[in-house]
Nanobody
Framework: QVQLVESGGGLVQPGGSLRLSCAAS????????MAWYRQAPGNQRELVAD???????NYLDSVKGRFTVSRDDAKNTVYLQMNDLKPEDTAVYYC??????????????????WGQGTQVTVSS
């Protein structure tokens, strides 16, 4: 099993910045794709950004040029640097990871895991 713990959310004024972090722990062999999703009230959850193990990134059109996703594989951590925040960025942000885990018998398995979410509110 893998546990994902997010941090860094909060209240910020329009134009401000926040940095989200998500640390993975557990019987991790490696982590393939890591991603950030968000869900605003009344809306479906949407992909904000993701990053592969090789470093390839992908962004939601509305955040391109403002958000940057990165990862530190030594720490099993993914980050989301959010600049020039807008009120429409207000949402609960969720971390997601596709991880390969090991068992006591050294068997490998792959699973998809979610964090508990962190609130980001952009308001004056």
């Amino acid at each position: 099993q893998v546990q994902l713990v997010e941090s860094g959310g909060g209240l910020v004024q329009p134009g401000g910045s926040l940095r989200l972090s998500c640390a993975a722990s557990g019987s991790i062999f490696n982590i393939n794709r890591m991603a950030w999703y968000r869900q605003a009230p009344g809306n479906q959850r949407e992909l904000v950004a993701d990053i592969t193990r090789g470093g390839t990134t992908n962004y939601l059109d509305s955040v391109k040029g403002r958000f940057t996703v990165s990862r530190d594989d030594a720490k099993n951590t993914v980050y989301l640097q959010m600049n020039d925040l807008k009120p429409e960025d207000t949402a609960v942000y969720y971390c997601n990871a596709e991880a390969v885990t090991t068992s006591p018998a050294n068997a490998l398995s792959i699973g998809n895991y979610w964090g508990q979410g962190t609130q980001v509110t952009v308001s004056s």
